[in-house]
């Protein structure tokens, strides 16, 4: 299992931007598809966007298209996500994600899990 440290959350204002960034132990990062998901108050957790391994495939939940981007670099065994234009729906504990080799996007398909960072979005 990769071990993962996430960072880069903290309080914004509607229409600012954020770039969390997940740092990962290991050798491996690149065979790990990547995802980033949160999880508001009173509500299960929920996919918000994933990276396949090489970084050549990306996919993302509706509520985020267009305005949120993952990325990664398997050099640094960091994966990034920027967020633009955000809102206060947005609200919640961000979490870094793997799964090593298939490509998926469901909460329930990835193992590794880092320990959250809180991402606070003021109207």
């Known amino acids: 299992q990769v071990q993962l440290v996430e960072s880069g959350g903290g309080l914004v204002q509607a229409g600012g931007s954020l770039r969390l960034s997940c740092a990962a132990s290991g050798r491996t990062f690149s065979m790990y598809t990547m995802g980033w998901f949160r999880q508001a108050p009173g509500k299960e957790r929920e996919f918000v966007a994933t990276?396949?391994?090489?970084?050549?495939?990306?996919d993302y939940a509706d509520s985020v298209k267009g305005r949120f981007t993952i990325s990664r670099d398997n050099a640094k065994n960091t994966v990034y996500l920027q967020m633009n234009s955000l809102k206060p729906e947005d609200t919640a504990v961000y979490y870094c994600a793997g799964r090593i080799w298939a490509y998926a996007t469901k909460v329930e398909d990835f193992g590794s899990w880092g320990q959250g960072t809180q991402v606070t979005v003021s109207s």
């Open positions: 990276v396949s391994g090489s970084g050549g495939r990306t």
